[in-house]
């Protein structure tokens, strides 16, 4: 249901079409929705379409798009705020942020690209906390905001597709989790309550 990738057509009084512009470029879109108890919103990550296939290729010639990263979020912790990082597998039981793995970081020194300050998916290494407390930061004070992060792949061989975002509490665990899926046949809902 992006708006991105289509086309913008103004029309004359009679109806007929008169002008016409593309809307950007496509790409792959998706909402990581967040429908907890405490957390509740989305993050939305969209990423043009470059036409490469490896992240590494795309990262050396300076081909890849940014990822832009818009998150809505209510329900967080007071500053210093949350930390958040996309952990390798996806969410398969609602609210299981256990099963979730590690942090994904794929690069290491041998990459390319490799692997010198960051971790692909250390979104509060890149970005600040959210409801974060001080500088640097760009959520700080808010669970609202927008980045575009150059190293958070959708397309390629360390695409963030299928895996999952969690937000951690101030001492460090796991608090709340979403799937990163693009499959618009994928219903990620609570479990119905007990009879």
């Known amino acids: 249901m992006w708006a991105a990738g289509r086309s ?14 593309n809307l950007g470029e496509a790409g792959v879109g998706v909402d ?4 907890g108890p405490e957390v509740t919103g989305s993050i939305e990550l969209f990423q043009p379409s470059s036409g490469y296939q490896h992240y590494s290729w795309a990262y050396q010639t300076g081909s890849q798009f940014s990822t832009s990263v818009t998150v ?19 969410v398969v039981n609602f609210g299981d942020c256990a099963a979730t793995g590690g942090h994904y970081d794929p690069l290491t020194p041998n990459t390319s690209p490799p692997n010198v300050t960051y971790e692909i998916g250390d979104l509060s290494g890149k970005w600040g906390r959210l409801n974060g407390a001080a500088s640097p930061g760009n959520f700080v004070g808010t669970g609202q905001g927008y980045v575009l992060d150059a190293n958070l792949p959708l397309y390629g061989n360390y695409s963030v597709l299928n895996r999952s975002i969690v937000i951690h509490k101030l001492d460090g665990s796991r608090w709340a989790c979403a799937a990163i899926l693009n499959d618009p046949a994928y219903i990620y809902s609570p479990p119905p309550p007990p009879p």
């Open 72 to 90: 809505s979020l209510t329900g967080l912790q007071a500053p210093p705020g949350n930390k958040w990082h996309v952990h390798v597998d996806a």
């Open 8 to 21: 913008i057509v103004i029309h004359k009084d009679d109806g007929s079409r008169w002008s016409c512009a």
């Open 32 to 35: 990581v929705d967040f429908t």
